[in-house]
């Protein structure tokens, strides 16, 4: 069994273009059996950290609703991740309300610091923590190397959420991960996930921390149908490493482990198979 983590539709107001054909074209594809998605129209700012113009702006709750009516679409297949706007949102009573109504597909709260230009400690996003630990489902959040996604925020808001579980999105993008890989020992609540993550990070860290705090995650279908083999200009994605070579290197319940059981575990999702 394969689970992925992360993976989006839209996005197109900051150049990606990713629908939910694309996704379930990929996972029929490559046997993919569940996906945790959020919606990238939900993001604030453009590449540059500059505020999108208002006609390329969608609601925070419009872009969930394209989410949930994604995963009602494909019962058992789609699990979502409402990607929030606290920027220039911050939590309303219908989020709220729109979440509670929808309880059974939501898996997680999506944070983007850079694509709202605002850490998970700032106060506008502490709400939409105490959601999550409303809910009783994790926050996955992006990290890179700017200030706002510095895995180091993300550490600090599971310090100060220790109820809640945080995956750090990329292990620090743009990184060479070892600042995130230090964090994982350091709160029992923070994980992490291999979405452009070399696969030796991997191997660290299952191999410092056991095989309980890794998952697997892709950023699918950004560069296309085919992420999972390969990027628009035909060079081999580093995803085929785990698909082909990771399971040589590991143990089966390691790597069990991070397709799959570890997603069940954090994100709660025995609900999607035992129907």
Not at 230 to 245: A, C, I, V
Request: with cysteine.
């Amino acid at each position: 069994m394969i689970i992925d983590t992360h993976v989006h539709i839209g996005g197109e107001a900051v150049g990606f273009h990713m629908n939910e054909d694309m996704v379930i074209e990929a996972m029929e594809k490559y046997g993919i059996d569940f996906c945790i998605v959020s919606n990238g129209d939900a993001g604030e700012v453009d590449h540059q950290q500059k505020l999108l113009p208002d006609e390329l702006q969608f609601t925070q709750e419009e872009s969930l609703m394209r989410t949930i009516q994604f995963a009602k679409k494909y019962p058992g297949k789609i699990g979502v991740a409402p990607w929030v706007k606290p920027l220039t949102q911050g939590m309303t009573k219908e989020l709220e309300e729109m979440v509670m109504a929808n309880r059974e597909f939501i898996c997680a709260i999506k944070l983007h610091p850079f694509h709202s230009h605002l850490s998970p400690i700032d106060e506008c996003s502490l709400p939409y923590i105490e959601l999550a630990e409303k809910l009783g489902v994790p926050v996955v959040s992006h990290t890179g190397n700017g200030e706002d996604d510095d895995p180091q925020k993300l550490y600090e808001a599971a310090k100060m959420f220790p109820k809640v579980d945080f995956v750090m999105v990329h292990m620090g993008l743009g990184t060479d991960n070892q600042k995130a890989l230090n964090l994982l020992g350091k709160a029992d609540n923070l994980y992490g996930d291999t979405t452009w993550v070399p696969m030796s990070t991997t191997i660290e860290a299952i191999r410092r921390y056991g095989s309980k705090r890794m998952l697997f995650g892709s950023d699918m279908p950004i560069d296309g149908v085919d992420t999972y083999l390969h990027n628009p200009k035909g060079e081999r994605s580093l995803y085929q490493d785990y698909f082909q070579k990771l399971p040589k290197l590991i143990s089966p319940e390691a790597y069990e482990d991070l397709m799959y059981r570890n997603a069940m575990r954090v994100f709660s999702l025995d609900r999607f198979f035992n129907n």
